[in-house]
């Protein structure tokens, strides 16, 4: 029993165990299509599962699709529900019975055209997890409650086996229990339960850090096969969000002992051209799509003109007052906070001990040792995560300042904090290898306090989601 205990408490196998106990239970508490942006999403993994693989453009100027006429009306229905929720509001839904009700409708045949610009930004590769599983559950029991359930699943599968394989990769890197405890924060998992695109960036990111330290740390040769399939985890990456495409750029300074000359090549030169030139045609195929959706969301503040390329004339001639921007944006909007734990439509926060006691968590994570003697090893390897990592959440800052802001705006609107969970991992590794504190744990001690601590957090967000929603 207890080599049993010892083989199955490791980080990969806990990991997988309490995600998918909480996950499910997510799956079952959160209502229908109120998962951030679902409805959207979960008609995008509709459409493709029909063989529709990109949006077109409606009479409004919009972009959408055809969708099952029980689809429109959950997301409907939904949407209606949603609009008069606030961060005060004791009870969220208005009503369980309609949702119950829509749940049990068997799919027609009927469709109708509906709008859904915000998901066609994302590659449909984003959506092929949600996309399987409403195909194998409209073969099993075709009602509207199976699919989304089999979209639902079939997400929170996928997560589940991209941060095992790469606790598994790092099951001998005291690293492992600092991508533990981040990926089984509360909107971690919330999002790997709801249909998103979201749970994959965060996923192929833990997974490609995971790859990045494995290499770096191995005294051996790097195989062609591990260049490619960190390759392949920067592609998926940086389609499900191009901002996350700086993350994979720490890939280029593999140390040379490492490469030989083709190797070399193929990882300095044909792997990121690759992804490159991949990211470049989708980022020029869905060009109007993120010009529509700014101007959609925009569309109940006529007031606001966007200027995109205005916003980037201002940034490059006042480029301290953007980062102050940033910075204020920081304090006033609480980015952290909804990073750990604002669940819903940003709704429903956690307390602020919870905040805290994740926080410690996660900095014991970070300073975690076996041996108090051990040593800053590939310091460069984690002034290049710290570097990536930062860049890339202040390009999220960017992004959504230049695309959804007017000219010289002095807050930016748009941006969540789980939009810099896949930054996290890189950024948090670096301190860990740059800033030289150590706490020695033992490891069965480390099993019970991160896979104990992770999931109680979890069991109460699900409890606190449940009181605030219902």
Known sequence: IRSILVRYTQAHYLFAGIALVAGFIFILVIPPDWGIDEPVHFSRAYQI????????????????????????????????????????????????????????????????????????????????????????????????????????????????????????????????????VIALLPMSLFQASIVNVDSLAIGSSILLIAQIITI??????????????????????????????????????????????????????????????????????????????????????????????????????????????????????????????????????????????????LALAVFLSSNQKQDQSDTSGGSLSLLFGAATALSLALTFYLVFNPVGAQSIDGVQGRYFIPALPFILYGVRKLVPIRTVISEHFARALFGGGSLLSLMFAIAWYVKGTY
């Open 49 to 180: 599962s029909r063989g529709v693989f990109s949006e077109k453009k409606l009479s409004d100027g919009n972009y959408g699709g055809s969708l099952a006429t029980e689809v429109v009306s959950l997301n409907t229905a939904a949407t209606i529900d949603l609009v008069d929720n606030t961060p005060t509001n004791k009870r969220q839904i208005d009503s369980v019975r309609q949702y119950t009700k829509l749940m049990n409708e068997r799919l027609s045949h009927n469709t109708i055209a509906q709008e859904f610009t915000g998901s066609g930004i994302y590659s449909p590769l984003g959506y092929f997890a949600p996309a399987l599983g409403i195909t194998i559950a409209r073969l099993i029991h075709p009602t509207l409650g199976s699919i989304l359930f089999g979209a639902r699943f079939a997400t929170l599968l996928t997560y589940i086996a991209l941060v095992g394989t790469a606790l598994y990769l790092l099951r001998r890197n005291l690293a492992r229990w600092l991508i533990f």
């Open 216 to 361: 770096r740390s191995q005294t051996k040769a790097v195989t062609t096969k591990q260049l490619v399939l960190a390759g392949f985890t920067g592609l998926i990456l940086s389609l499900s969000k191009p901002n996350y495409f700086l993350l994979f750029l720490t890939i280029l300074f593999i140390p040379k002992k490492l490469l030989n000359r083709g190797k070399a090549l193929l990882i300095r030169i044909a792997i990121p051209l690759g992804v490159v030139i991949s990211v470049a045609i989708w980022n020029y195929h869905i060009h109007n799509l993120v010009t529509a959706g700014a101007r959609a969301q925009r569309m109940n503040a006529p007031g606001i003109k966007l200027d995109p390329t205005g916003q980037l004339g201002f940034v490059l001639v006042h480029p301290f007052g953007f980062l102050l921007t940033v910075f204020n944006n920081i304090l006033t909007q609480d980015w952290y906070r909804q990073m750990i734990g604002t669940l819903g439509f940003n709704y429903i926060s956690l307390p602020t001990v919870i905040v805290m006691a994740l926080s410690a968590l």
